[in-house]
């Protein structure tokens, strides 16, 4: 079973479709599995959950996804995230918004545990600390966990029996996984924060034991003329270009 692994979509079909297509181009995947924020700041929400359950899937659901579905306050929003949501609440289909709001907050699947931002606090926490990373080694019953929210690729290895230590995930070469415990964020499709604008993806091949994470560029113009378009914040537009 091969999976592909996306978080952070983001309502950019732009970017998932690119993605789709490399993977498939790469060996092809039996289904994904998905880590939240399918929704919120870009142009195409309806398409993007439509894509998603075109496919056989496994989802959790992140705070953009739950603000826009009215089970989240925008209260923690910033601006443009919250103008974003309000528009992306009016465009879902009623049939969709229920699918959204079904989702569950975290999900084991084989040897991970996926969550948006962490298995203690999927909806808020950033899992970019060391605090956080040694809470994720304890609270999972998991070899590995899964999550997104920050927008930037990574794994995590625990370091002594009191630390962890945060490791680029460079694209392209294959991480053997074994019994130790490892976490792994697979960078966002829709709206890469690390400085690199292409959309971010994970293949997991359950019988080779493998991880891989790749880039793939897309038509990130095409993307913004949407946005703009609809009159989404210009900010949210801007940043795609430097995925920042
Ligand atoms: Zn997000």
Same mark, same amino acid.
């Given at each position: 079973m091969r999976a592909l692994i996306v978080s952070d979509i983001h309502s950019n079909i732009?970017?998932?479709r690119a993605v789709v297509a490399d993977a498939e181009a790469r060996?092809?995947?039996d289904e994904i599995w998905s880590l939240g924020d399918l929704v919120g700041?870009?142009?195409?929400p309806s398409e993007c959950v439509e894509l998603l359950r075109a496919h056989s899937h496994n989802a959790v659901?992140?705070?953009h996804d739950l603000a826009a579905v009215g089970k989240l306050s925008l209260e923690r929003f910033n @601006?443009?995230?919250a103008a974003a949501n309000r528009w992306t609440a009016a465009r879902l289909t009623r049939e969709q918004?229920?699918?959204i709001g079904g989702l569950p907050l975290t999900l084991e699947l084989d040897e991970f545990t996926l969550a948006h931002g962490s298995p203690r606090n999927p909806i808020w926490e950033y899992l970019v600390t060391v605090d956080a990373a040694i809470a994720c080694f304890t609270h999972i019953d998991t070899y590995w966990c899964l999550v997104g929210h920050s927008h930037t690729p990574f794994m995590c290895i625990p370091q002594g029996t009191t630390g962890a230590a945060f490791l680029a995930f460079p694209p392209d070469r294959l991480v053997q996984l074994d019994s130790r415990p490892l976490i792994v964020n @697979?960078?966002?499709v829709?709206?890469?924060r690390d400085g690199d604008a292409r959309a971010s993806y994970v293949i997991y091949d359950d019988s080779a034991g493998t991880i891989v994470h790749h880039r793939v560029a897309y038509d990130i113009a095409a993307t913004q003329e949407k946005m703009r378009r609809h009159g989404l914040p210009d900010y949210l537009i801007e940043r795609l270009a430097v995925g920042m």
């Open positions: 732009e970017a998932f060996g092809g995947f700041y870009g142009p195409e659901v992140g705070n @601006p443009y995230a918004a229920d699918y @697979p960078g966002s829709g709206q890469p």
